[in-house]
């Protein structure tokens, strides 16, 4: 597998492990801290920044790009599929961006809990299977068809597209304090 696509699958192992700790905090933690929107305000970061910032920058403007040129259609099938399954991450997180920006003291209400717990069921059940598509289909298919010397060529440009190895390293580093703190617990209880 190449360095690119090595590297995507190893963030999205990563991703997963985040996803379980948001899924803990909703269902075991968030109605009861008085601190909620600063915690949703930690996961809306690593999943802007990480997720889709990161990981779906390099896909969309690496692999998904390369796949186009090698002959897949980018507004169907399974590149577009994905493409509007990253957007419609978006929306899920931009749910979670509100409910955290809210400058109203104590913790959430009733009607905020029920929006937070739609949004991160609906972007856990997203992203756990948009993540199995591409492991499992996507990917390999790019090995397929992607000319080997441009699939190697494409390394390089994944390096480049992440940006500062530092931000990377920061934001896995976010991601393990909410895994830390929220799955550990969970387990603990």
């Not at 590297?7 to 933690?29: G, Q």
């Not at 969309?60 to 509007?84: I, Q, S, T």
């Not at 993540?131 to 390394?155: C, F, H, S, W």
């Not at 480049?160 to 909410?178: I, K, Q």
Request: aromatic share 6%; glycine share 10%; proline share 4%.
């Amino acid at each position: 597998m190449s360095k690119l696509l090595t590297a995507l699958v190893t963030e999205h192992d990563h991703i997963l492990r985040v996803l379980a700790a948001l899924h803990d905090y909703a269902a075991f933690h968030a109605h009861d801290d008085g601190d909620v929107r600063a915690v949703l305000g930690q996961f809306v970061t690593y999943l802007r920044e990480y997720v889709d910032g990161w990981h779906h920058h390099k896909e969309e403007e690496v692999l998904f790009v390369a796949m186009g040129h090698a002959g897949l259609p980018m507004d169907g099938g399974p590149l577009g599929c994905m493409l509007r399954e990253h957007d419609a991450g978006r929306r899920h997180v931009g749910m979670l961006a509100e409910l955290a920006a809210a400058r109203v003291p104590g913790p959430l209400t009733q009607e905020e809990l029920a929006v937070m717990a739609g949004a991160v069921a609906g972007y856990v059940a997203l992203l756990t299977s948009h993540i199995a598509k591409e492991n499992q289909v996507l990917y390999p298919m790019a090995e397929r068809i992607i000319a080997p010397g441009a699939l190697a060529a494409l390394d390089e440009l994944g390096e480049r597209a992440s940006g500062d190895p530092g931000d990377g390293r920061r934001l896995e580093d976010l991601g393990d304090e909410l895994i830390a703190r929220f799955t550990a617990a969970r387990i603990a209880s």
